[in-house]
């Protein structure tokens, strides 16, 4: 199962992930959740292909046409579910919708929040002196948001060794 889910999630992350570039505009997007499922499974140590696979998935309810049944219906409901705990409600105005956003990471389940470590340290690692500090505010509000969770020492400590302190 977890070889072929896989393998789906990549397929179905490029698909819909297709017109989109990364800032530089040249690279493919789906490279990052690509570089997320990476970064869960040989820096993090995940070997569930469930959150591997929310890993790749990650941004594709928030930042493409995709929503949450059709995530439920190709992986299932847990890795909608993962999914869905990593999107922001967009309807919401941008300040609002960051502290929503927060505190829905916060409640989250514990594989959500791995994934959104991974997807916050690969933002800072990819991103250029103009995009740094807002990688920096980020990183260090996760620190702030996941702070004490020890199941997540390892990967908190990695993001905070990329953010310098």
């Given at each position: 199962?977890?070889?072929?889910?896989?393998?789906?999630?990549?397929?179905f992350a490029a698909?819909?992930?297709?017109?989109?570039?990364?800032?530089?505009?040249?690279?493919?997007?789906?490279?990052?959740?690509?570089?997320?499922?990476?970064?869960?499974?040989?820096?993090?140590?995940?070997?569930?292909?469930?959150?591997?696979?929310?890993?790749?998935?990650?941004?594709?309810?928030?930042?493409?046409?995709?929503?949450?049944?059709?995530?439920?219906?190709?992986?299932?409901?847990?890795?909608?579910?993962?999914?869905?705990?990593?999107?922001?409600?967009?309807?919401?105005?941008?300040?609002?919708?960051?502290?929503?956003?927060?505190?829905?990471?916060?409640?989250?389940?514990?594989?959500?929040?791995?994934?959104?470590?991974?997807?916050?340290?690969?933002?800072?690692?990819?991103?250029?002196?103009?995009l740094r500090p807002?990688?920096?505010r980020k990183g260090?509000?996760?620190?702030?948001?996941?702070?004490?969770?020890?199941?997540?020492?390892?990967?908190?400590?990695?993001?905070?060794?990329?953010?310098?302190?």
């Amino acid at each position: 199962m977890g070889r072929g889910l896989l393998e789906r999630a990549v397929a179905f992350a490029a698909y819909r992930h297709r017109h989109q570039f990364r800032r530089d505009g040249v690279t493919p997007y789906v490279e990052h959740p690509k570089a997320v499922m990476a970064i869960l499974r040989d820096e993090f140590g995940v070997q569930d292909p469930e959150v591997l696979a929310a890993g790749l998935l990650h941004d594709t309810i928030e930042d493409t046409a995709t929503d949450y049944d059709a995530v439920a219906e190709e992986f299932g409901t847990r890795v909608a579910d993962l999914v869905a705990a990593l999107t922001k409600d967009k309807r919401l105005p941008e300040g609002r919708r960051e502290r929503a956003y927060f505190a829905q990471l916060s409640r989250a389940p514990l594989a959500a929040k791995f994934c959104k470590v991974a997807d916050t340290l690969h933002n800072l690692r990819d991103s250029d002196a103009t995009l740094r500090p807002k990688a920096h505010r980020k990183g260090h509000k996760l620190l702030r948001t996941f702070k004490g969770l020890r199941p997540l020492a390892g990967p908190l400590a990695i993001l905070k060794a990329a953010l310098g302190r």
